[in-house]
């Protein structure tokens, strides 16, 4: 396949995730299992034969699922519910979620109440990421998983398997990462949406064969670095449902070449590897907290890590001229932290810029004229 068609497969597959399930299930006749962001170790879903697939805010408007979750919960939540009231996930048989918020809490309950004949598994994660017992409790988490996911197939997840199936996911982001490294140096001419069909269809799709035409891709990119005159820049933010692409286009319409992120349909989501030696579920705990420090999450305490350090660093890093943050309305944790970020660019003189996004649409083009503006202000910086 060439490079187009690469991406329009993984566009078709990000953009219908549930009809791609639907097609693989007919198709091997196995399990289907969704979860819920952020944490959810797909690994172990892999090496017990099923389909691991992260669940997906649907574009489609919220009907049903109004008179079951509360309007000031986030579009995410809120779009969970109403699939799952309006039958769009009959195509599951499991469902597994970790805590991180409050409303995703809500969300898990009101399913469980709607998808009566559907296994719901819940697992605690410890959100304290420096104490001295955080490993060990994490590893009891996972292991409480890995022993719920063997009595709902019937069958053990052996270490092999469990072995097998981090060594495929560490190949499938590390290629993933190797399209973030590219695209920063300029060898690789990857709109953000493009780059959001690459993440969200790997969330989705059958792993190997993700990691087939990841390679294929990865491989059609060797053009040299060429110049760029747009302003470079740092998307961050949405950490459980991917930015609309037509959000992301108008971005780039107003002279904007993306460089890098930290949204969850993005690097949040490839940047940490599971170890591959030892006790997997060990591994899958370090990876856990590891994460934390490789991008930092709201989500979580860490005294060692702050989030806004990190989005400054790989700013430099990426050589950005500035930032726009996109903040999912009604998103409690980035709402809570943002005055952070806000101060700590203030105070370095780094330009950035906040956009609230709904699932109910937006007001596109109010919106294009306030990251005009922003990129002209960025463009006088510069230039002064």
């Known amino acids: 396949m060439d490079r187009s068609d690469i991406i329009a497969r993984f566009a078709e597959v990000a953009q219908d995730p549930l009809a791609y399930a639907a097609a693989w299930k007919a198709r ?3 399990q289907v299992i969704g979860s819920f962001p952020m944490n959810f170790p797909g690994e172990l879903a892999h090496a017990a034969d099923t389909l691991p697939m992260i669940l997906q805010e649907s574009d489609e408007a919220i009907t049903v699922g109004h008179g079951v979750l509360f309007p000031f919960y986030c579009g995410y939540t809120r779009s969970m519910v109403d699939q799952a009231a309006s039958g769009k996930f009959d195509v599951l048989d499991a469902i597994m979620f970790g805590d991180h918020c409050v409303q995703l809490l809500g969300a898990a ?27 060990g409790r994490s590893e009891e988490s996972f292991g409480k998983l890995r022993d719920e996911l063997e009595d709902f197939i019937g069958a053990k997840v052996s270490d092999a398997a469990l072995h097998a199936s981090i060594r495929l996911f560490n190949k499938n982001r590390a290629l993933i990462r190797k399209l973030y490294e590219m695209r920063k140096a300029g ?3 990857i709109r953000a949406v493009e780059m959001q069909h690459v993440v969200k269809s790997s969330m989705i799709m059958d792993k190997a064969e993700h990691t087939d035409l990841l390679q294929e891709l990865v491989a059609s990119y060797t053009d040299a670095p060429a110049a760029d005159r747009n302003v470079r ?4 933010g949405h950490f459980c449902q991917a930015p609309k692409p037509e959000l992301l286009n108008m971005i780039e319409s107003c002279g904007v070449t993306v460089v890098g992120d930290d949204l969850y349909h993005g690097f949040r ?22 994460r934390n420090t490789g991008v930092p999450c709201p989500t979580r305490v860490q005294n060692n890590v702050d989030w806004e350090a990190y989005l400054l660093d790989a700013m430099r890093e990426e050589k950005a001229d500035g930032m726009i943050v996109l903040m999912a ?10 005055p952070e970020v806000k ?9 950035h810029l906040l956009i609230e996004t709904e699932h109910e649409g937006m007001a596109m083009e109010g919106l294009k004229t306030r990251v005009e503006t922003f990129v002209e202000i960025v463009k006088r910086r510069e230039a002064a």
């Open 28 to 30: 091997t006749g196995k």
């Open 109 to 135: 309950d009101a399913i469980r109440m709607k998808l009566t004949d559907t296994r719901v598994i819940f697992f605690q994660l410890i959100s304290s990421m420096c104490d001295p017992w955080t490993q």
């Open 187 to 189: 060898t690789a001419a």
């Open 233 to 236: 820049l740092h998307l961050s």
């Open 269 to 290: 989501y490839i940047s940490t590897d599971v170890p591959e030696t030892g006790d997997p579920v060990a591994g899958l705990a370090r990876w856990y907290m590891d």
């Open 329 to 338: 309305k009604f998103c409690e944790p980035h709402m809570y932290y943002y």
């Open 343 to 351: 101060e700590a660019f203030e105070g370095a003189g780094v330009p």
